[in-house]
């Protein structure tokens, strides 16, 4: 066969990626069986018949550096797996990696190096190999920041959230991390009103005036109260617009206000938002095995 006609036969062996295949033909002089058995050792095989899998599972994290920080969303499968101590490892590895080299995209950020030699994306080849699911980095973002300004992190204990901020000025971590915490908890989709997304806005102004035409207000008061309405939804979804977790009695603004700072930037990441899983009935799994 041909090198071209051995890498399709090896492909349709392994449905491992070509470059992979080709790597594992040179390594075994182009004999097949040696190159299938070259990519199931080094987990590349199983990851390649992973690859479309849905990974929605993970954790999020945050790693600082002085005034650079990275925040990131590496999946797994399943979350018995998010707490594996080899998927936790390698987490913290790709993060430290990530702060390090500071990619602009996930193609950019699968082919760093980690200390043990190998890419990301390879790494995480080799554990899906190991493990038996995919594992794969998501999204990150780097952020930077003034010497001058504080950032402001909180990681939840079940590592599924994580809030990373930039405050105006030397503040004290503690006031960094109750905002971040707070926006943990309320899971606001955005940092002020100058941040609100012009889709978003739109699509909630025409809910609400359907919603008041519906009720049958008076159309000379239905401006009014769409108007009321749209506020009040800013208010909810906006960071600083929300009341205060630990203390009902401020806004968010105002508790920055109080402790002579202000917000820049706001990032939350929870684990698989936006993802859609796969709703597994083991009940009905386990009946039909038992028939």
């Not at 040179?26 to 050792?41: S, Y």
């Not at 006031?175 to 971040?180: E, M, P």
């Not at 908890?185 to 008041?212: C, H, Y």
């Not at 906006?238 to 706001?266: A, G, I």
Request: hydrophobic share 40%; aromatic share 4%; with cysteine.
């Amino acid at each position: 066969m041909t090198k071209t006609e051995l890498i399709k036969k090896l492909r349709d062996m392994t449905q491992a990626g070509v470059m992979d295949v080709k790597k594992a033909l040179d390594a075994c002089a182009d004999d097949l069986e040696k190159a299938a058995e070259w990519l199931r050792e080094k987990g590349i095989a199983k990851a390649a018949k992973k690859a479309s899998a849905v990974a929605a599972e993970g954790v999020a994290a945050i790693g600082i550096e002085g005034d650079k920080a990275v925040i990131v969303e590496i999946n797994s499968q399943t979350d018995f797996v998010a707490k594996n101590e080899n998927f936790l490892q390698l987490a913290s590895d790709i993060k430290a990696a990530i702060l390090v080299n500071s990619p602009a995209s996930i193609e950019q950020c699968n082919q760093i190096k980690l200390l043990s030699g190998n890419s990301i994306e390879d790494a995480c080849k080799e554990l899906t190999g190991k493990i038996g699911e995919k594992i794969a980095v998501r999204r990150f973002q780097i952020v930077n920041k003034d010497a001058n300004d504080s950032f402001g992190v909180y990681e939840h204990s079940n590592k599924k959230i994580a809030v990373l901020l930039v405050l105006n000025g030397k503040v004290d971590s503690e006031v960094g991390k109750n905002v971040a915490m707070h926006a943990a908890a309320m899971g606001p989709r955005f940092m002020d009103r100058n941040s609100v997304d012009k889709a978003w806005l739109e699509s909630e102004s025409k809910i609400l005036k359907e919603q008041t035409i519906a009720e049958g207000k008076p159309a000379d008061k239905a401006e009014m109260i769409v108007k009321g309405r749209i506020n009040k939804s800013i208010a909810e979804v906006c960071l600083t617009e929300q009341v205060y977790v630990k203390d009902p009695s401020m806004k968010v603004s105002e508790y920055l206000k109080h402790n002579n700072t202000s917000l820049k930037q706001y990032i939350r990441y929870e684990v698989g938002e936006g993802i859609e899983k796969k709703v597994e009935d083991f009940a009905a799994e386990v009946a039909s095995q038992m028939k």
